[in-house]
T-cell receptor, first 117, second 112 residues
Framework: EAQVTQNPRYLITVTGKKLTVTCSQN?????MSWYRQDPGLGLRQIYY???????DKGDVPEGYKVSRKEKRNFPLILESPSPNQTSLYFC????????????????FGPGTRLLVL | ELKVEQNPLFLSMQEGKNYTIYCNYS?????LYWYRQDPGKSLESLFV?????AVKQEGRLMASLDTKARLSTLHITAAVHDLSATYFC????????????FGAGTRLFVKA
């Protein structure tokens, strides 16, 4: 089944304790992206990646890191989480590549609900 | 600042009625997307609009795009309870990168 998976789905942690949220897609998509969803704000893009080793900042990258060492995986790293990073996080992927083709829709993972105490 | 504004943000309507959700954006863009999110769920793609004047329809939903006015509409015809969800529009700004900017979402509740 074509899908985007995220782990963990729920996470409670404490301020300053490094964590990683994994994202994997099995559709051979070149484009992957991370969003956070907060009430009343819609989704805000954190980082995106056009292909392996190619990443760029979205609108709210502060406090986050990403890496794209393999095409299928795009982990989100919080080096020192703070309470204002409590949110619902979505990973997404899309077939669009660096060739600049018109972007197709993004396929979203199930979400990771993070609580930072 | 790049902005995508949806209105209304909350909509309660009776079954059988028609209504339109509006999505205005502040930058040039040739690509606009509509997504649906059910409570506690992920986002599901509804429409991809790629050119000025594009119109797409799926069941009781019809989306259109006017790139000159920087406006997209999502029209609901004869609403049914199953359409209750949050609807997001999203834009890829023509800024040379590959960002995506989402609106705040329109929470739709269809009363039986």
């Amino acid at each position: 089944e074509a899908q985007v998976t995220q782990n963990p789905r729920y996470l409670i942690t404490v301020t300053g304790k490094k964590l990683t949220v994994t994202c994997s897609q099995n559709m051979n998509h070149e484009y992957m992206s991370w969003y956070r969803q907060d009430p009343g704000l819609g989704l805000r893009q954190i980082y995106y990646s056009m292909n392996v080793e190619v990443t760029d900042k979205g609108d709210v990258p502060e406090g986050y890191k990403v890496s794209r060492k393999e095409k299928r995986n795009f982990p989100l790293i919080l080096e020192s989480p703070s309470p204002n990073q409590t949110s619902l996080y979505f990973c997404a992927s899309s077939p669009q590549g660096l060739a600049g083709d018109l972007q197709e829709t993004q396929y979203f993972g199930p979400g990771t609900r993070l609580l930072v105490l | 600042e790049l902005k995508v504004e949806q209105n209304p943000l909350f909509l309660s309507m009776q079954e059988g009625k028609n209504y339109t959700i509006y999505c205005n954006y502040s930058t040039t863009s040739d690509r606009l997307y509509w997504y649906r999110q059910d409570p506690g769920k992920s986002l599901e793609s509804l429409f991809v609009l790629l050119s000025n004047g594009a119109v797409k329809q799926e069941g009781r939903l019809m989306a259109s795009l006017d790139t000159k006015a920087r406006l997209s509409t999502l029209h609901i015809t004869a609403a049914v309870h199953d359409l209750s969800a949050t609807y997001f529009c999203a834009v890829d700004p023509n800024t040379g990168g590959f960002k995506t900017i989402f609106g705040a979402g329109t929470r739709l509740f269809v009363k039986a």
